[in-house]
């Protein structure tokens, strides 16, 4: 017969573990959040898309692997989960071009707007796929999500640019992709070793891609250096932090959980960049803000 106090104990863990998860997602959603704006104010002052990509996720590998080195985590992880974490890699490159190249045509708010239609894509992919179960108040959390965001991205594109929103959305795909995938190679992996060979591979490509077509554009002002600096230190806190958060509560929660960086980066544009939101935009975050909720509480 299992003694009561153990069973206690084995959930008062698992509730810490969830609770660790959903802070993790949190700060990156936070992290994450700000990434745009930094990059546009990098783009100002001298620098652009390729330079800042290339030189984030330099810096990305490094601190990782001195994130590994004060952990004791192993470098070494079994050849699935690897193989998984380099492919991660080449599409968070393409993601990273995407999403931070899209603020060179579009407002920074409609950029992350568009580019947070993807946790709803990942909600459908896992369920389509079998990996987690979606309850009908899950599915309906999405929908609701789905239709906020349609709300504030707003109804109309007209005047907009073309390769701006084809880069927001490719950037979106490839993040549900990396999500999806992330999920099963930290199923078989500690998460900061995926993301270890993830920010790895990206590195790599970048480099050549910047090699065979980038020009190097470094900021030419202090403002601009903290905006390249800023890219960098944020998106490497927000990804780490994502990836190790949703080893606890998979895939499907954290990119729920992750809506909430549309509010925040707007938010954070309009006060750093002076960008407006409309009334619509306002009620289309808060259906966002409210869907999160639901699936949170009623967990």
Not at 110 to 118: A, Q
Not at 200 to 211: D, E, G, Q, W
Not at 255 to 268: D, Q, R, T, W, Y
Not at 284 to 290: E, L, M, Y
Request: glycine share 10%; with cysteine.
């Amino acid at each position: 017969m299992v003694d009561a106090g153990t069973v206690s104990s084995v959930s008062g863990a698992g509730f810490k573990q969830q609770a660790l998860g959903v802070g993790l997602v949190v700060l990156s959603t936070i992290a994450i959040a700000i990434v745009p704006s930094f990059a546009k104010i990098a783009y100002e002052g001298g620098s652009n898309t390729l330079s800042v990509i290339t030189g984030r996720s330099i810096f990305s590998v490094l601190i990782t692997l001195l994130l590994l080195a004060a952990s004791r985590q192993p470098i070494a992880i079994p050849r699935r989960p690897m193989r998984i974490a380099l492919a991660m890699g080449v599409a968070y490159a393409v993601m990273l071009y995407g999403y931070l190249g899209a603020v060179n045509y579009l407002p920074v708010s409609l950029v992350i707007l568009i580019y947070f239609i993807h946790p709803v894509l990942v909600g459908f992919i896992v369920m389509f796929l079998g990996q987690e179960k979606l309850t009908i108040i899950s599915i309906g959390a999405l929908v609701a999500a789905l239709v906020g965001l349609y709300l504030a991205i707003g109804l109309s594109f007209e005047g907009l640019s073309g390769i701006g929103l084809a880069l927001a959305a490719l950037a979106m795909a490839m993040t549900a992709i990396i999500v999806v995938c992330g999920a099963r190679a930290t199923a078989e992996a500690k998460a900061i070793s995926v993301g270890f060979y993830m920010m790895l591979s990206a590195a790599v490509t970048l480099t050549v891609i910047f090699a065979l077509f980038g020009t190097l554009a470094l900021p030419t002002t202090p403002l601009a250096w903290t905006g390249f600096v800023g890219v960098a230190v944020a998106s490497t806190v927000g990804t780490l932090a994502f990836i190790s958060g949703m080893a606890y509560v998979g895939a499907a929660r954290a990119a729920m959980i992750s809506n909430l960086e549309p509010a925040l980066g707007v938010l954070f544009a309009i006060a750093v960049l002076g960008e407006r939101v409309s009334l619509l935009q306002g009620v289309g975050i808060a259906i966002v803000i409210g869907a999160i909720f639901v699936m949170e509480m009623r967990r």
